[in-house]
């Protein structure tokens, strides 16, 4: 049994009104308990909770501090490509907008990575693709790794979906973590926003988590683009998304990020639901309410202020710095981003910010780092 077939169990339509069904005496139970099932999360992001943001956020930093400490991950995005098959009507790389495409050479991947040392001390990196499985498919990504791995402590990567052998290869080529956003788990509207492309397949892409899984990656991360669909719903079939993967690969490690939408080229699709500053907190602190040890990311997408109040309530991984074009270090810095980055301060600012705070700073993998 894989997701495809768990996540039809769960009603779009009755998930969502359970959650608006929510009342404050609900939040308070799951406020009290020590270990929480779905129904309780959807209480903690339910309207019902938002009068509870302050012992929520005092929960939120007691489970991360006794977890994590009080340190914040640093890691740094790098976009090898924006050359992409799909059609997302979301992203500035999709395959109809008229761009400059670039698929970096392992010259200049290596130039881009001299750049990102002299902004920081990050051990820790991200490589990114758009979709492209001809010129730039499992053969490049794996190539990519290892050209990269001897720079960093941590390798990371966020690429079309592969299959199950694929990524056990990308597992012996060195990569600790590989992230998949499944963008929404609508079934019904996922097509929407995903017209074409091998992304325009749900279950092929609601299955990649599982392939992960079988072959032995040392962690995963989750999201949802928030924007599209109603994000409580989206984020309460991530909950039990989650746990399933627990239940199924409990070998794994798992993070969690939030992107919000940004701006990008093309016709900008504009957001079906706004999630304002406060409803972020919420949903950050619910999700570290509701697990205790999954790691929190939250990328540049968010503006200073926002990152600055939030990083030690419950927060565990920032990047900084980030560019999100191919080559924006370096090689290409007036290419296209893939979206608009709010908070633009370099790594030294972002850290001086971090120890303000009272916070320390991390900069390679959270696995990797508690145990050396």
Not at 73 to 88: D, E, G, K, M, R
Not at 89 to 111: A, K, M, Q, S
């Amino acid at each position: 049994m894989s997701f495809t077939e768990e996540i039809d169990r769960y009603s779009w339509v009755e998930t969502t009104g359970r959650i608006y069904a929510k009342t404050v005496g609900d939040v308070e139970r799951a406020l009290n308990k020590e270990v929480l099932d779905v129904e309780d999360f959807m209480a903690l992001v339910s309207p019902a909770a938002a009068g509870y943001l302050e012992p929520m956020a005092a929960l939120s930093r007691k489970y991360t501090q006794q977890r994590f400490g009080k340190t914040i991950q640093f890691y740094v995005p790098l976009y090898l490509t924006n050359s992409c098959i799909n059609h997302c009507v979301y992203c500035g790389f999709n395959h109809n907008n008229p761009i400059r495409r670039i698929i970096l050479t392992d010259e200049e991947i290596l130039e881009e990575v001299k750049a990102i040392k002299t902004i920081g001390n990050f051990q820790h990196v991200l490589l990114v693709t758009g979709e492209n499985p001809r010129d730039a498919g499992i053969d490049y990504i794996e190539n990519a790794v290892k050209l990269v791995r001897p720079y960093f402590s941590s390798v990371s990567v966020e690429v079309q979906p592969l299959k199950e052998k694929e990524y056990a290869g990308l597992d012996q080529a060195g990569v600790n973590t590989v992230y998949c956003y499944q963008e929404t788990y609508c079934r019904e509207r996922y097509k929407l926003y995903h017209p074409k492309g091998m992304k325009s397949k749900f279950d092929w892409r609601l299955d990649t988590f599982d392939r992960i899984g079988k072959a032995g990656i040392h962690k995963m991360g989750l999201g949802v683009l928030i924007g599209l669909e109603d994000w409580r719903t989206d984020v309460v079939m991530m909950a039990y998304h989650l746990r399933y993967l627990q239940k199924n690969y409990w070998k794994t490690k798992y993070s969690i990020s939030f992107p919000r939408m940004r701006p990008h080229e093309g016709n900008f699709f504009r957001p079906n639901v706004i999630m304002s500053d406060k409803e972020l907190a919420q949903l950050i602190f619910a999700f570290r309410i509701f697990d205790h040890d999954v790691e929190l990311a939250l990328s540049t997408r968010e503006n200073r202020r926002f990152r600055d109040n939030i990083m030690s309530l419950g927060i565990t991984s920032m990047s900084a710095g980030s560019k999100t074009d191919p080559g924006g270090y370096a090689v290409y810095p007036q290419a296209l981003e893939q979206f608009s980055v709010n908070d633009d301060r370099s790594p030294a600012e972002v850290l001086k910010a971090v120890k303000n705070h009272g916070y320390e700073v991390v900069w390679k993998d959270w696995d990797r780092a508690l145990n050396s």
